[in-house]
């Protein structure tokens, strides 16, 4: 009996004595793992269900090895349809935290087996739109409505947001991403870090970096100078991670310079955290991987989502010494630190009850608020209670959001012809008739949707007939020209594609030989080539991808309910040849899996305002219901100052941007850099706001330079422009610095 009580006493005393997670410091934590409980804390848990992206030609990328399958751990069971797992280790109070997509909203599983109840998330706008409304405050606000989410369902690190510059508009991720330009991409992304982190779960900024293509993502070799990488491709980064502290950063699939970015020491530890100060963890992309030794020397701490192999390999390295002991400590305590700020191991329990009504209504309003009015007659807006003549297939299955990481399984999509009846417009019926049933056929006969292929039917063919039917029973025709995005391809400078098809551009010109009015609606996540749409219609709204309650916000801005107040965030091009990247995407001529950014600095607008070239529509360009008129334009010290002025007939909101004109450092540099903007209240008819810009960021130096001696400022005259886009200069003022 004696003895019975010494061992239930012994017992408790090493209870005690044991680290517990949250409890002991992580340095006690890492000492008492044994090594294969640190390789699995660096390596997540191996599902069988995804498969490794293509690598590029000529490239041997090991990361879809199988290994032995003695060391696989599948654990897929915690929040079904979540992107991976982390490894648990019970005894020390570790949990297997839960990563989940993703940009545009939470992606896990809506229905469970043995379970009747549903599991849907809101499709937010995506990440295009959110940028195009220059607001930080309502992208912050659609942040924290899917930070509660993914706390209420269990996830514990949304693998969001993806901010990689919009380097040419063929990249198939355009949609996910923000902008051509680095500092709206970096503020917009530090507006949703901060939303979503504040519900008390996490984000992993990605993909650090340069990861502006699919083709051959996974070990294309991108040649860049430091400049262009410190003053485009890095510089959102490092004002996300200085001003927002995400909890992690993903990096990316590809080579930088030759070496691969989950591999690169330099990009991970001297630049990300010795520069920025990151103090989070660095997780690859999944399946991002060549040598797991060297990633985790790199300072890419988890290997994601993980396999047999890495497990052996890295054990076989401890032993061997190829991969130091200290080394493989620092990957793991940096994840621990972080693992115990997630709602997993502070044991609060999720309740599965987002308020999707609530969120919807965000996404609404977010949406109406990113769309970009890029040409207007005087038509828009519409008088509610009329008859539409709508016409193309996304009219009736409008896309919320595209496929891959960005796709979230929601209760429903509003398309465009609800969202017109819902608001009193009444649809010509035979046309609508026949494209429900052409598309409900078709269809009919392609697989059901889901997050890595989202089927669409064919265009319906519309007869001449058809259209001067349709045109018999009404004078308004709404015509809608979209695009599927998706991860793991680019688009094609082809028509159909990047270019209208020879179908589309005929539909327009019946319709314009028709009908008086005529609105072209686009739903795409990344630009198309428009020359010519203007002059066969009165009106184009860039709907983007607005998320589920598309059909609603859209009709909200044809409608005059909502004012339009988005702006472009890149640069329209008149064809594709004028950009400059055009030269040097995919692959460079004559190379195997080698792409050279041989227009460094000159991306976008840069270019365009540089070389006098007149874009189609300019970077920050979108128009509005009424009028706006810029005075008073002063530096007080700290903040750009200015009064706007609504000079037309209705309230509206207007974005002003401040461009820059610096002496310059170096040749080849830009004529002038958007370095700061803001976006007024509402103002009334007649009345004005004093708007003050924040002039310079705690994070960035938006007036510095990048040389060899690293950053610099030029003394001597800058010239400061006040603009409704990069084209439209309002008042300017000079200041010697």
């Known amino acids: 009996m004696i003895m019975k009580k010494y061992a239930i006493a012994t017992l408790i005393l090493l209870s005690a004595c044991t680290p517990r997670l949250g409890k002991t410091s992580v340095d006690k934590l890492v000492d008492a793992m044994t090594v294969e409980e640190k390789v699995r804390t660096v390596v997540g848990t191996f599902t069988d269900i995804a498969t490794p992206p293509p690598v590029a030609p000529g490239v041997k990328n090991r990361a879809d090895y199988p ?319 009329g008859k539409v003549a709508l016409f193309g297939n996304f009219g009736y299955d409008t896309q919320p959001g595209g496929s891959g990481s960005g796709y979230v399984n929601r209760a429903y999509k509003v398309t465009l012809d609800k969202g017109l009846e819902d608001a009193g417009f009444q649809l010509v019926a035979p046309l609508a008739e026949a494209y429900r049933n052409h598309i409900s056929a078709e269809k009919a006969l392609l697989p059901e949707e889901y997050f890595w292929v989202v089927p669409t039917a064919s265009e319906k063919k519309v007869s001449i007939d058809e259209v001067r039917a349709a045109a018999r029973e009404t004078d308004l025709a709404v015509v809608t020209i979209g695009r599927m995005s998706g991860e793991g391809g680019d688009l094609s400078a082809a028509e159909g594609d990047y270019f209208l098809s020879a179908e589309e551009k005929q539909l327009l010109k019946d319709v314009r030989s028709n009908f008086k009015k005529v609105v072209v609606v686009l739903n795409t996540g990344a630009p198309l080539e428009l020359t010519g749409v203007a002059e066969l219609s009165d009106a184009i709204l860039l709907a983007w991808l607005p998320g589920q309650e598309a059909g609603h916000a859209i009709t909200d801005i044809l409608s005059g309910a909502v004012n339009p107040s988005g702006k472009l965030p890149v640069s329209l091009a008149s064809h594709y040849s004028d950009i400059p990247s055009s030269r040097n995407f995919g692959v460079s001529e004559g190379e195997l899996n080698v792409v050279r950014y041989e227009e460094d600095l000159m991306v976008g607008y840069r270019y365009f305002t540089t070389a006098g070239v007149r874009p189609l529509y300019p970077f920050g360009f979108g128009l509005s219901y009424t009028t706006f008129e810029y005075s008073g334009f002063r530096f007080d010290g700290k903040d750009f100052v200015l009064t706007v002025k609504n000079t037309g007939p209705v309230p509206g909101r207007e974005v002003v941007q401040i461009y820059v004109e610096k002496p310059a450092l170096s040749e080849g540099r830009p004529v002038r850099e958007l370095c700061a903007y803001g976006k007024t209240d509402v103002i009334d008819p007649g009345s004005s706001q004093e708007i003050r810009i924040q002039a310079l960021r705690p994070s960035i130096d938006p007036l510095a330079q990048w040389t060899t001696e690293g950053w610099k400022r030029a003394s001597g005259i800058y010239r400061f422009h006040a603009a409704a886009s990069s084209e439209d200069l309002r008042v300017s003022i000079n200041l010697t610095l």
């Open 67 to 385: 290994g032995s399958g003695e060391n696989t751990v599948v654990s897929r069971n915690q929040v079904p349809g979540a992107a991976g797992d982390g490894y648990a280790v019970p005894r020390l109070g570790i949990p297997a935290v839960v990563y989940a997509d993703g940009p545009a909203g939470v992606r896990i599983d809506p229905r469970r087996d043995g379970d009747e109840a549903t599991y849907f998330c809101t499709a937010f706008p995506s990440g295009t739109l959110l940028a195009s409304s220059w607001d930080p405050e309502a992208v912050e606000q659609v942040g924290e409505a899917i930070g509660d989410e993914a706390h209420r369902y269990g996830v514990d690190i949304l693998l969001a947001p993806g901010m990689n510059l919009q380097r040419n508009p063929l990249t198939g991720r355009n949609f996910e991403y923000y902008s051509e330009d680095p500092l709206v991409a970096g503020i917009t992304a530090a507006s949703y870090i901060k939303g979503v982190q504040s519900q008390g779960v996490g984000t992993s900024v990605k993909h650090f970096a340069a990861n502006n293509q699919e083709l051959y993502r996974n070990g294309i070799n991108e040649i860049i100078s430091e400049r262009a990488l410190r003053e485009l491709y890095f510089r959102g980064f490092e004002l996300a991670v200085k001003e927002a502290q995400p909890w992690t950063v993903m990096s990316s699939y590809n080579k930088i310079n030759g070496v691969y970015a989950s591999e690169d020491r330099w990009l991970l530890t001297d630049i990300l955290r010795n520069e920025w100060g990151f103090d989070g963890f660095v997780m690859s992309d999944w399946f991002g991987a060549d040598d797991p030794v060297e990633q985790m020397k790199a300072g890419n701490d988890l290997l994601m989502p993980g396999t047999p192999y890495q497990i052996e390999e890295l054990l076989e390295a401890v032993k061997s010494g190829a991969l130091p002991m200290d080394v493989l400590d620092t990957n793991v305590k940096r994840i621990l630190q972080i693992v115990a700020k997630t709602p997993r191991a502070q044991g609060i329990v999720y309740k599965n009850d987002p308020d999707l009504e609530a969120h919807a209504a965000v996404s609404r309003r977010i949406a109406a608020e990113g769309m970009v009015l890029l040409h207007n007659d005087g038509v828009l807006p519409l008088k509610t209670g």
